[in-house]
């Protein structure tokens, strides 16, 4: 087998048992990394951490992800001014969100004998709409609702992933404690750093600064309808 260390190093091809005495004696486990290759690819490691770390990574990967949501905000064929402004806000925040909307007008009675003045709705909405979303379906009748659904533009979706990953990471950062202490003392450290050597050589000479799947072969243990009110 082809063996690589437990700091990456490449050791070479050696039999399996010299492998795995190598293991015992680092006290790690004997993993092999890439049983299609000829010879195949093994490596020390702790896999009880290997494992560990995966699964964390995994995790976090989890909290970045997104998916996208269809909501749905329905209106009324004579909405009024107050109204319709308060839907379309919420629409724009779904949108901005990374979700899509269906925007439907719901007919009562003699409405339905009127059903252009659903369709001039939904395209006022899809108008006002523009500058963040596209028509992904268009507007079309469905028993007494029209219907029509808004996807958010890439460059939207885009934003709203790169926004939720800062939050992520700043979640993440805040949870560390002493985090904000700890960068603080650091930078206060490296300004005292560069004062002292514009002071003097001797001062700044004096300063100083603080210090693909896996399969192991042998283990040390067992191993959302928003509305409001019409």
């Keep these: 087998m082809r063996l690589v260390g437990a700091d990456a190093e490449q050791i070479g091809i050696v039999p399996i048992n010299e492998a795995l005495e190598r293991a015992r004696t680092a006290n790690l486990d004997l993993v092999?990394?890439?049983?299609?290759?000829?010879?195949?690819?093994?490596?020390i490691m702790d896999y009880g951490r290997y494992k560990y770390e995966t699964a964390k990574k995994q995790k976090n990967a989890r909290k970045k992800q997104h998916s996208m949501e269809l909501k749905e905000m329905r209106f009324r064929?004579?909405?009024?001014?107050?109204?319709?402004?308060?839907?379309?806000?919420?629409?724009?925040?779904?949108?901005?969100?990374?979700?899509k909307v269906k925007v439907f007008v719901m007919f009562r009675g003699r409405e339905m004998a009127h059903t252009e003045f659903g369709r001039e709705l939904l395209a006022r909405v899809c108008e006002d709409m523009k500058e963040v979303a596209s028509v992904e379906i268009g507007a079309k009748?469905?028993?007494?609702?029209?219907?029509m659904v808004l996807a958010p533009l890439?460059?939207?979706?885009?934003k709203a992933a790169d926004e939720r990953a800062a939050k992520a990471v700043a979640k993440e950062k805040a949870k560390r404690p002493?985090?904000?202490?700890?960068?603080?003392?650091?930078?206060?450290?490296?300004?005292?750093?560069?004062?002292?050597a514009a002071e003097s050589a001797s001062a700044s000479a004096s300063a100083s600064t603080p210090e693909s799947d896996t399969v192991p072969l042998e283990t040390k243990a067992e191993s959302t309808v928003?509305?409001?009110d019409d």
Excluded at 77 to 99: A, C, M, Q, S
Excluded at 141 to 147: K, L
Excluded at 178 to 196: F, I, L, T
Aim: aromatic share 4%.
């Design 141 to 147: 009748q469905e028993g007494r609702r029209m219907n």
């Design 226 to 228: 928003v509305e409001s």
């Design 32 to 43: 092999e990394v890439s049983s299609t290759s000829r010879p195949p690819v093994c490596r």
């Design 154 to 158: 890439p460059a939207l979706v885009k």
């Design 77 to 99: 064929p004579k909405v009024d001014k107050h109204d319709y402004e308060f839907k379309t806000k919420h629409i724009r925040e779904f949108l901005e969100e990374g979700n």
């Design 178 to 196: 002493g985090a904000s202490k700890g960068d603080a003392k650091s930078k206060n450290s490296n300004d005292a750093e560069v004062v002292s």
